[in-house]
């Protein structure tokens, strides 16, 4: 089955918004069709959620977007929930230098 795609959908897609646009519009697309949606819908925001670490593979991600020149397009907010806001330092990754490290 195959995504109707508006035009601004396409637009995403084409790289007209930038390389980091159509990434994530391929992304969704193939999630799109994965699980049988018909179309999309415009939004005014977006909240992320599952934005977790999850060891390297999460950075890698981000800054590919980033290397790619990604931006958020709506007012958009994310989950801190997997931080201790009360006790910050009680995670193992507090101690250690916010610089990844790189094998």
């Given at each position: 089955?195959?995504?109707?795609?508006?035009?601004?959908?396409?637009?995403?897609?084409?790289?007209?918004?930038?390389?980091?646009?159509?990434?994530a519009?391929?992304?969704?697309?193939?999630?799109?069709?994965?699980?049988?949606?018909?179309?999309?819908?415009?939004?005014?925001?977006?909240?992320?959620?599952?934005?977790?670490?999850?060891g390297?593979?999460?950075?890698?991600?981000?800054?590919?977007?980033?290397?790619?020149?990604?931006?958020?397009?709506?007012?958009?907010?994310l989950?801190?929930?997997?931080?201790?806001?009360?006790?910050?330092?009680?995670?193992?990754?507090?101690?250690?230098?916010?610089?990844?490290?790189?094998?």
């Open positions: 089955m195959s995504i109707a795609l508006s035009s601004s959908d396409k637009s995403l897609l084409s790289g007209e918004h930038g390389e980091a646009a159509a990434f519009m391929r992304l969704l697309v193939r999630f799109a069709e994965a699980v049988g949606a018909e179309r999309f819908i415009d939004i005014e925001a977006a909240h992320i959620d599952g934005c977790l670490y999850l390297q593979v999460s950075l890698d991600f981000v800054e590919h977007l980033v290397h790619l020149g990604g931006r958020v397009r709506v007012p958009t907010t989950n801190v929930g997997s931080v201790d806001l009360i006790h910050p330092t009680s995670l193992p990754a507090a101690t250690r230098s916010a610089e990844p490290e790189r094998g």
